[in-house]
């Protein structure tokens, strides 16, 4: 059996997409300090990692509204409005996924995402993933990194061995739950960064 990298397994969140919740809600609170304090204090990333954990956003929504009544409006918003925070891929991103595809890389992801919110954002962006072999997807699987369950059943399911799994993450946290379990992981910074490391892993020219 050949050994060494043999595929590459993305994150898709400040990896493949920049993820900004302040795109929508910008337009919908004009105050700098009002929308700093409704993001850091009531729709914060702790709240919304829920969903990536399988939570439901009609649970999510109704108990943080019975919390801030005040922003029952706006937390209703997150969920019908979410694909709107991830507005673009990160630059060069989209010409480093098409390089690996063009040469034959296998193209694989593990995402923190809601199950409800990705179907929708999934088919926005079909040009890009129907490029990918599987993706999972947190919310669908009630697993999130840097849980090693996500991380065995992902290899399982794509058929990888770990040690031929290069797992690309914005997240020290991640990159070390992907390696605790065999996998060569690469912290993600920026698409020139990422692409220098994949020739230096044999993987591009």
């Known amino acids: 059996m050949s050994s060494g990298p043999a595929a590459v397994v993305f994150d898709v969140g400040n990896v493949l997409y920049d993820w900004d919740p302040r ?8 105050d700098d300090r009002a929308l700093d304090a409704f993001l ?11 969903h990536d954990a399988g939570r439901p956003f009609a649970e999510t929504s109704a108990e943080l509204s019975a919390q801030h009544p005040h922003y029952a409006d706006m937390i209703a ?8 925070q991830i507005p673009h891929m990160l630059p060069g991103m989209q010409a480093l996924v098409e390089e690996l595809d ?3 890389v296998p ?5 923190n995402f809601s199950g409800e919110f990705w179907p929708p954002f999934r088919d ?8 990918f072999r599987d993706i999972v997807v947190s919310g669908d699987e009630k697993l999130t990194k840097p849980d090693a369950a996500i991380y065995h059943l992902a290899l399982e399911r794509f058929g990888l061995r ?21 996998m060569i992981g690469l912290l993600f910074t920026d698409a020139v960064t990422l692409r220098n490391d994949l020739v230096g892993l044999g993987l591009l020219a």
């Open 162 to 182: 770990p040690d031929h799994a290069v797992f690309v993450d914005d997240r020290e946290e991640n990159i070390v739950g992907a390696q605790n379990v065999g």
């Open 77 to 84: 918003l997150w969920g019908p409005h979410f694909h709107e």
């Open 102 to 104: 063009a040469v034959g």
């Open 23 to 30: 795109v929508p809600y910008g337009r919908l609170i004009k």
């Open 124 to 131: 926005r962006e079909a040009a890009i993933f129907d490029r």
């Open 107 to 111: 193209l694989y992801a593990i995402t």
């Open 40 to 50: 850091r204090d009531v729709a914060t990333k702790e709240w919304h990692f829920q």
